[in-house]
């Protein structure tokens, strides 16, 4: 099962940020944080990742909380192409084992609307 | 598009009948991945390969589906006897080891439809 909990959907005004939460209670100390996102009829499209420090890339924001619980995944002027599903995902850091599947949950649809 | 591609993009077959898909990888990534996405749903794990061997198979996988990766470039999957219940997206990712991260990049997917 996915170790996230995210809401099924949210809206943004076209122009605006959009802040998608996302809950990993029991995230352990060696497992990352993942945005993809899945445009309608593609496959999914990494957004970023992090450990435990904020993180920017040309996309978007990611803001963990300081007990690692919660982030939230910035998109800081959304377009209507942002309109997706964007799936938060935990994922345990390479180890020996080489076991690094990607667990998804449904992810949140988000409606970017003009 | 991330590099990674898939054929046949839309599959549509009758029940019973065995279909195979496959997936083309970024060249210089090791690692393929397959997953199966139904409606409404986030995609499933179904197997994945670093180079050509076969390390890991999920309970999804039944024995009506193989996957192979001959020459550890790219994949085929193929679905024997196939069932309306295997109508899905079959998405194929491939990632590169690069230490302590690993993004996957994910093909278009084929759609397969059975009747």
């Known amino acids: 099962d996915a170790k996230t909990t995210q809401p099924p959907s949210m809206d943004c005004a076209e122009g605006r940020a959009a802040n998608l939460p996302c809950n990993h209670s029991t995230i352990s100390g060696n497992e990352y944080v993942y945005w993809y996102r899945q445009i309608h009829s593609q496959g999914p499209q990494y957004i970023i990742h992090g450990l435990k420090n904020n993180e920017t890339n040309e996309m978007a924001s990611l803001i963990i909380t300081e007990d690692r619980k919660s982030s939230t995944l910035i998109l800081p002027h959304a377009t209507l192409r942002d309109t997706a599903v964007y799936y938060c995902i935990v994922r345990v850091q390479l180890n020996m084992n080489r076991d690094d599947k990607i667990i998804f949950g449904k992810g949140t649809r988000l409606h970017i609307l003009p | 598009d991330t590099g990674v591609s898939q054929d046949p993009r839309h599959k549509i077959t009758k029940r019973g009948q065995n279909v195979t898909f496959r997936c083309d990888p970024i060249?210089?990534?090791?690692?393929l991945y397959w997953y199966r996405q139904t409606l409404g749903q986030g995609p499933e794990f179904l197997t994945y390969?670093?180079?050509?061997?076969?390390?890991?198979k999920s309970r999804l996988l039944s024995d009506r589906f193989s996957a192979e990766r001959p020459k550890g470039s790219f994949s085929t999957l193929e679905i024997q006897r196939t069932e309306q219940g295997d109508s899905a997206m079959y998405l194929c990712a491939s990632s590169r080891d690069r230490g302590e991260v690993n993004e996957q990049f994910f093909g278009p997917g084929t759609r397969l439809t059975v009747l």
């Open positions: 060249s210089e990534h090791n690692r």
């Open positions: 390969f670093q180079n050509e061997a076969q390390l890991e």
